[in-house]
């Protein structure tokens, strides 16, 4: 893993996308990388673990090259220009060229380091592509919990990348679901919250759920039937179900406790 300023400089204009197929050449020779090569992109919102940046590839063959996220500007896909990049401030990049493990393999060496949280974008074919994997790391680490360590692929959290890059409708769809349900005193929210991703985390199984939560199973039926009738949408629902996953993903991710 390497970093320091002259990777910095190389790396940023592909980091930023668009780059000319004469400065992809030229960070290419620069770097020693491939122009063409199993490449994904890492963003982290905290401070990477020294580590991280010893010289030499890891364990699974790939090659890391680090810089600041400060400076690559661009589009956000999905968004107004440069939104990601402004939520990016002051992170931490690298520039992966992949082992044979691919993507995963990458995750696991930043969970095993500590690192996080942190994004980890689909593998790209090319050093022309780094911009849009870099986006798109840039997203999944805004799928992270707020206070989190978690490293996430993109891949893992595709539902949740959706929401947080329309900021505006991931608003408005926690109100029209959740709006009744978020009236209620916290520690009541909260309950009725918890017994929902319960349920969904044993599969829909109300025993399993009881025993997680270590109450009776018909406290969980109760609890559920009354989050049912406060956001007029049944669990036995398929598109009613979608609803209330993807408004307890945003729920999930604000920074406000459930």
Not at 158 to 169: G, K, M, N, Q, T
């Amino acid at each position: 893993m390497r970093r320091g300023t002259r990777y910095g400089a190389l790396l940023g204009p592909l980091l930023a996308g668009g780059a000319t197929p004469d400065l992809v050449t030229r960070a290419a020779r620069g770097l020693g990388l491939p122009e063409r090569g199993r490449y994904a992109v890492v963003v982290l919102g905290t401070p990477v673990p020294d580590a991280a940046v010893a010289e030499g590839p890891d364990v699974d063959g790939a090659r890391w090259w680090w810089g600041a996220a400060e400076g690559f500007p661009g589009t956000a896909e999905g968004g107004s220009p440069g939104e990601v990049e402004a939520r990016e401030g002051g992170r931490e990049v690298a520039v992966v060229l992949l082992g044979p493990a691919g993507p995963a393999r990458a995750a696991a060496r930043l969970r095993e380091l500590g690192a996080g949280p942190g994004g980890v974008s689909p593998m790209v074919g090319s050093l022309a592509e780094l911009g849009a994997a870099r986006r798109l790391a840039g997203t999944a680490l805004l799928t992270c919990e707020p206070g989190s360590r978690e490293i996430v692929r993109l891949d893992e959290r595709l539902p949740a990348a959706l929401l947080v890059s329309r900021p505006e409708l991931s608003t408005r769809l926690l109100a029209e679901v959740f709006g009744p349900l978020l009236t209620l005193v916290p520690a009541e929210r909260s309950l009725l919250v918890e017994t929902l991703e319960a349920w969904l985390e044993c599969g829909g199984s109300v025993g399993r759920a009881a025993a997680r939560l270590g109450c009776h199973r018909n406290t969980v039926f109760n609890r559920l039937r009354r989050l049912e009738r406060l956001t007029a949408r049944s669990l036995s629902r398929p598109r009613e179900l979608v609803d209330l996953v993807l408004a307890l993903d945003v729920l999930r991710l604000s920074s406000a406790p459930p």
